[in-house]
Nanobody
Framework: QVQLVESGGGLVQAGGSLRLSCAAS????????MGWFRQAPGKEREFVAT????????YYADSVKGRFTISRDNAKNTVYLQMNSLKPEDTAVYYC?????????????????WGQGTQVTVSS
């Protein structure tokens, strides 16, 4: 059974930092895209950042570019999201995602494995 387990969410003041981690088990995703999406109350799930299978290419939503950094460790089957200069509008449930088909993608529909989500709350 494939599982993606997120950790690292929490409450932080505006301007602060958090680091999210997502550990995959049940299969390896070392040849597949992985990434992070988020969903705020009353809004649709949106793309935040994804990383190509080899970690060379990374992709970011305009709203987080320059503040967030995605990385992966294929030996640990883990993807990370370093979030700096956090803003109240970053408040959301953050979901880890992995694709069994694509080596690189930014589309929600490309990802067929999802974690349960971790809450990130940024206070003003």
């Amino acid at each position: 059974q494939v599982q993606l387990v997120e950790s690292g969410g929490g409450l932080v003041q505006a301007g602060g930092s958090l680091r999210l981690s997502c550990a995959a088990s049940g299969r390896t995703f070392s040849r597949n895209a992985m990434g992070w999406f988020r969903q705020a109350p009353g809004k649709e799930r949106e793309f935040v950042a994804t990383v190509r299978w080899d970690g060379v290419n990374t992709y970011y939503a305009d709203s987080v570019k320059g503040r967030f950094t995605i990385s992966r460790d294929n030996a640990k089957n883990t993807v990370y999201l370093q979030m700096n200069s956090l803003k109240p509008e970053d408040t959301a449930v953050y979901y880890c995602a992995a694709s069994s088909v694509y080596t690189s993608s930014t589309q929600t529909s490309s990802f067929n494995f999802w974690g349960q989500g971790t809450q990130v709350t940024v206070s003003s």
